[in-house]
Nanobody, 126 residues
Framework: QVQLVESGGGLVQAGGSLRLSCAASGRTFNRNPTGWFRQAPGKEREFVAAISASGRSVTYADSVKGRFTISRDNAKNTVYLQLNNLKPEDTAVYYC???????????????????WGQGTQVTVSS
């Protein structure tokens, strides 16, 4: 079992930056591909970014490409999401999630992630 805890959310003006952290406990998760998702009020949870277990492979949703960066430090059991040039439409609760299975396979599908954190709120004002 892996427990995930997100932190780093907050209120920021448009154009600002935040860095979200996802800390894992329970066991090391250096074999778990990890993803970030977000959910705005009244909307479905959507994919943001994902990273392979080694950190060598990453993928992003088109809406955040060039603005967000996912990374991981397996020595610290932590995955990060750097959010730059934030827009009001980025406002949402951000969740991290970890997969079991192939260490190289990274997915944008919520159904393929076994472990989820409780989320951290990001609010971008215009």
């Amino acid at each position: 079992q892996v427990q995930l805890v997100e932190s780093g959310g907050g209120l920021v003006q448009a154009g600002g930056s935040l860095r979200l952290s996802c800390a894992a406990s329970g066991r090391t998760f250096n074999r778990n591909p990890t993803g970030w998702f977000r959910q705005a009020p009244g909307k479905e949870r959507e994919f943001v970014a994902a990273i392979s277990a080694s950190g060598r492979s990453v993928t992003y949703a088109d809406s955040v490409k060039g603005r967000f960066t996912i990374s991981r430090d397996n020595a610290k059991n932590t995955v990060y999401l750097q959010l730059n040039n934030l827009k009001p439409e980025d406002t949402a609760v951000y969740y991290c999630a970890a997969r079991e299975g192939s260490e190289r396979y990274i997915s944008s599908l919520t159904s393929e992630y076994a472990y989820w954190g409780q989320g951290t709120q990001v609010t971008v004002s215009s």
